[in-house]
């Protein structure tokens, strides 16, 4: 079957960094995307990778392993607009987004 | 240009009532799709949608039905409602064919069966 893991809940404080991991098993890869999504809106996205090692932008950043299954969203000077669910999502072989049930982040003062 | 457009953004039905939901988008994308989406779990895909014309069903199809008549437009269907279709749905679009690119989301519709 398809899987995608990542934790339910972190917490942060504001300035910090945080990761948050995402592992997955799927019939077959074709890139795997992170999104943002703030309470009672819609996902919105953030990054997209497709080869192995680390995208930057800006304040955030995405790495990816495919022989691991893993990706990591690493959040640098975090800001309290920051708490949101982040959401692991992977294309599979036919084109089609299997998603992860998603990440609360909790940003503290 | 308004992106992703959902109507309406909430509503509720008592069991066995029937309802659509309309998506339209303005960005000339190929592909559109319908998501519900519940706590604790991720965005399960109900259709989708490769062009205008067709339509493919998703991981939890039923209960829901689709058509696609124009490009810019993907109805949602409800015939029978049930308190299980309690949910927030998405509506969502992207560009290109076998190409992969990120999907545009609607603000989405509350839907409350009792």
């Known amino acids: 079957g398809q899987n995608i893991d990542q934790p339910t809940e972190m917490t942060a404080t504001e300035g910090a960094i945080v990761q948050i991991n995402c592992t997955y098993q799927?019939?077959?890869?074709?890139?795997l995307f992170w999104y943002q999504q703030h309470a009672g809106e819609a996902p919105t996205f953030l990054s997209y990778?497709?080869l192995d090692g680390l995208e930057e932008k800006g304040r955030f950043s995405s790495f990816l392993s495919r022989s691991k299954g893993y990706s990591y969203l690493l959040l640098k000077e975090l800001q309290m607009k920051d708490s949101a669910s982040y959401l692991c999502a992977v294309t599979d072989s036919n084109y089609q987004l299997i998603w992860g049930a998603g990440t609360k982040l909790i940003i503290k003062p | 240009n308004a992106g992703v457009t959902q109507t309406p953004k909430f509503r509720v039905l008592k069991t066995g009532q029937s309802m659509t939901l309309l998506c339209a988008q303005d960005?000339?994308?190929?592909?559109m799709y319908w998501y519900r989406q519940d706590p604790g779990m991720g965005l399960r895909l109900i259709h989708y949608s490769v062009g205008e014309g067709t339509t493919a069903k998703g991981e939890v199809p039923d209960g829901y039905n689709v058509s696609r008549l124009k490009k810019q437009n993907f109805l949602l269907g409800l015939e029978s409602a049930a308190p299980s279709q309690t949910s927030v749905y998405f509506c969502?679009?992207?560009?290109?064919?076998?190409?992969?690119?990120?999907?545009?989301f609607g603000p989405g519709t509350r839907l409350t069966v009792l």
């Open positions: 799927t019939s077959g890869f074709n890139g």
């Open positions: 990778n497709v």
């Open positions: 960005m000339n994308h190929e592909y």
């Open positions: 969502a679009s992207r560009q290109g064919q076998g190409e992969v690119n990120e999907q545009f």
